[in-house]
């Protein structure tokens, strides 16, 4: 059974950095391309960023670009979001989120959500 | 990275069918798979259809896909109270700024 876990959310100041982290199991990590992606509270979904199975290929929402760096250790089977510069409108549960095998098209499994508030 | 655009809210009695559109444009949804996700009240997102119009093992077929150009549809037949969630769609979108997109959401209400 495929799990996705998130850890490393919570309270931060604008302008503060926090770094969240999604535990993989039930499958093969390294095969797959995985993702972020929000939802501010009441609103709809946002990609944030997505990162190749090897970590050659990484992608930004705009929202994000040059603040937040996405990346993964195949080793330990963890996926992780570095979120610095942070802003009030960065406020949002975080999922972790596996692509399918068609690589960029469909999330075929999320985890439960990590909250992030930026406030001060 | 414009979102794609779905109407806010959908309803119909139960046993009855809705349809969910998604409006993308030549750079997403007229070349590229489209997604659609179930989100229940309080819970995380569920992949309902995948590559436009396949289901993953275990959701009925009361829930279908389509495309035609630049806008997909989502289908629900046999309303039930269950249904009742946030449905969104995604896909590639392959404009200068690649990334992943998501609808803005349709609320479906059951009557």
Redesign the interface.
Known sequence: EVQLVESGGGLVQPGGSLRLSCAASGFTFSNYAMGWVRQAPGKGLEWVSGVSGSSIRTNYADSVKGRFAISRDNSKDTLYLQMNSLRAEDTALYYCAKYDVSGWYAFDHWGQGILVTVSS | ?S?LTQPPSVSAAPGQKVTISCSGSSSNIEN????W?Q?LPGA????LI??TNRR?SGIPDRFSGSRSGTSATLDITGLRTEDEA?Y?C???DSSL?????????TRVTVL
């Open positions: 990275q979102a590229d798979h489209v997604s996700y989100q995380a997102p569920k992949l995948y590559e993953p946030d969104y995604g896909t590639w700024s690649a990334s992943y997109v998501f609808g803005t959401g």
